[in-house]
């Protein structure tokens, strides 16, 4: 009888879902035709656009644009996008919006040659072109022939696309009066999809380059699949390829932008051309940047595009949204209320685009309702589970407090008037060398997730560290138990005393929320999460974590090798952290040198890992220095 009565509860629930979004679609027909154009650029190219547009003349309407690779099909003037009636875009839809979605220059329909983060040129004369420019081409068509076009225009898009509203916002016309770049593409080489502090994400770059980057010889309305991986295990498959080199063999030398990453190991002037916070300055419109604190992908560009919008276009109206969402999780993937086996108890993707996205759209597009319910900085924090709301982010109310890193694995958190954990050891060392040690061994690096898989998981951000905690090659550290609430707002930073064996290393730091033994979440205030009865006793919820190569410890354009046994700081920043370590948790701090495959194995030795043989990986003892001389510490952004 139960199996039935489930049974009974997923028709109905399917039927609903599938007879509103049968009821939406039949509308958006009703009351929106379809146009397809070939958008003339300056250059004489021309960028396929699909139109959708309301069929009522008698008022005027305004525009969305969203710039994308990822295809604006499906092509034909009779066949919609189903994202327009079966996701949140509907509700602009209702408000009479046209949507324009246009295939960039070089994808899919439209001419012309694609090129990867196509650096922005300030100082473009005649013809000459970037992704601003062709922004502003398509605008200019767009309000001068347009049928009942308001003559104001608004562009969004999430990763990819995220970076076109950033260059969007560069183009400087007059009509576009609001943008918002969603898990922007903004730093390949600092920490966005490709690279964290100079590592190469292995698995992101080689899945995504082996299939996206090849070239298209002519305009096609078709994807291009890329390279099957022979095997359900990709951490086998990773290992077993090797060195760099051996993936740029499987690459071929047909995807341009594999080659150039391969030829630019360092972050020199052509990664600097595409670093889009080197440009943002005088940006007219109201900009909306909005990120997830879970992002596997661009939570990096997120955080920091804001804060180079904020320091260098001073006069933009700036705001920032950080939700607790995979990449792209607020725009209709998932609503929001979990990750993984992580509850957050609130639909916050909902929240996010019935109250903000849409008033913001609606206010500078239509000039209707306001903004003054936006914040400055809208910051969903995990643990406590609450939107918070800041004028400034990172905020002011700030206290910086050193967790230092201490002899058998604990943590001492200073600057406090009281301890905020059970007492434990609080000396940092003596004038004696006081270290913990591992030796990290590139043939049997410390996995990123538990899980066998094909893909890179999006859980992984918030999963259970335990399986990292119980190799010899992870050292962890961590607290007493809290005795009071202890919220976390804005960047962490590593500060290591490290020496180790060999030329080069990486540094992985994750913060991690220890769960009490006894802890279950209540279904009731929690809801199912994804349904699964994952032991949460003891949990050890990865929050943030990030990696750095060690050769890039001083800077990211001269790369200097370690001298074996020599003690050597290793400070890196991590990205922004809004999360609450409930009273009766644990904060735990977990270092290794290896993630993989999530990132590229280093060889620990100091030579160019994107060419170098399978011979030169070797092991190296690494040790982490906490002693009075040499004290490592993890600096906490602690919201008073």
Known sequence: MKKYCCLLLFVIQFTTNSTAQNS?????????????????????????????IPKDTTVKHPILLN??????????????????????????????????????????????????????????KGKEIDEASDTYDAIEWMVNNLPANNKRVGCFGISYPGFYATMAAL?????????????????????????????????????????????RPKPTKDWTPGFRIPSQDNYDFYLKTGALKNFSKIMGDSVAFWTDMMNHPDNDAWWQARNARNFVTNIKPAVLVVGGTFDAEDCFGAWNLYKAIEEKSKNTDNRLVMGPWFHGGWGGRSDGSYLGNVRFGKKTSEFYQRNIEFPFFNF???????????????????????????????????????AFLLRDNM????????PIAEPIQLKVGHNDQVYSEYISDPAHPVPYTEDVGLGRTREYMSDDQRFASRRPDVLSFSTGILKEDLTLAGPLVADLMVSISTTDADFVVKLIDVFPDEFKYDEKE????????????????????????????????????????KITQVKYTLPDVAHTFKKGHKLMIQIQSSWFPLADRNPQKFVDIYKCDDS???????????????????????LK
């Open 364 to 402: 500078y597009l239509k000039l209707r309702g306001t903004v003054h319910d936006i914040a400055e900085a809208n910051v969903f924090f995990t643990g406590e589970n609450e939107w918070r709301r800041f004028n400034e982010w990172p905020s002011k109310n700030i206290d910086y407090r050193h």
């Open 171 to 215: 183009s400087g016309h007059p009509a576009l009066k609001a943008v918002s770049p969603q898990a922007p593409v903004t730093d390949w080489f600092q920490g966005d999809d490709f690279h964290h502090n100079g590592v190469f994400m292995l698995m992101d770059a080689f899945g995504f380059y082996s299939g996206f980057g090849l070239p």
């Open 67 to 124: 710039r994308t690779p990822y295809t604006c099909s499906p092509y034909g003037e009779d066949k919609f996008n189903p994202r327009i009636y079966e996701s949140y875009w509907i509700n602009y839809l209702r408000e009479g919006y046209i949507i324009a979605i246009q295939d960039v220059r070089g994808k899919f329909m439209s001419e012309g040659e694609f090129v990867d983060v196509r650096p922005f040129n300030p100082n473009k």
């Open 526 to 565: 929690m809801g199912k999460g994804n349904g699964q009865a994952y032991p949460m006793g003891g949990y050890q919820m990865l929050v943030r974590g990030e990696i750095m190569r060690g050769r890039y410890r001083n800077s990211f354009e001269k790369p200097e090798a370690f001298t074996p046994g």
């Open 24 to 52: 939406d679609s039949l509308w958006v027909r009703e009351n929106y035709y379809k146009v397809e154009k070939m958008l003339p650029m300056r250059d004489g190219i021309s960028l396929f656009t699909a139109f959708y």
């Open 616 to 638: 030169d990986f070797q092991k190296a003892t690494i040790k982490i220095y906490h002693d009075a001389i040499n004290a490592s510490k993890i600096i906490l952004p602690v």
């Open 411 to 418: 943590i001492g958190i200073m600057g406090d008037d009281k």
